[in-house]
């Protein structure tokens, strides 16, 4: 798999949009939201791949298919305390 973020439409009352580069004053949050809508993508793509998958093999995917700087936001993203509930 070719790293690469999917993209995140979004749909108003009259149109469509693609969110594309955000403006700096939104940039952080919109950064967390594409990591969460990135590895959750990811995670249902693995477990729709391998019904057996292990949360050992998903983040070996998640190494393999991203640089080592998006995996290790997609390990800090993990740690946060407030995503175990």
């Given at each position: 798999m070719v790293w690469a973020l999917r993209r995140?439409?979004?749909q108003t009352k009259h149109a469509w949009?693609?969110?594309g580069k955000p403006s700096p004053a939104y940039a952080q949050i919109?950064?967390?939201?594409?990591l969460a809508h990135e590895l959750t993508y990811m995670l249902l793509s693995?477990?729709?791949q391998?019904?057996?998958?292990?949360a050992s093999?998903?983040?070996k995917r998640i190494q393999a298919s991203y640089p080592p700087n998006m995996a290790q936001s997609f390990e800090d993203y993990l740690k946060d305390d407030d995503m175990v509930s």
């Open positions: 995140i439409w979004l949009y693609i969110i919109f950064r967390e939201f594409e693995s477990c729709l391998d019904h057996q998958i292990t093999t998903f983040k």
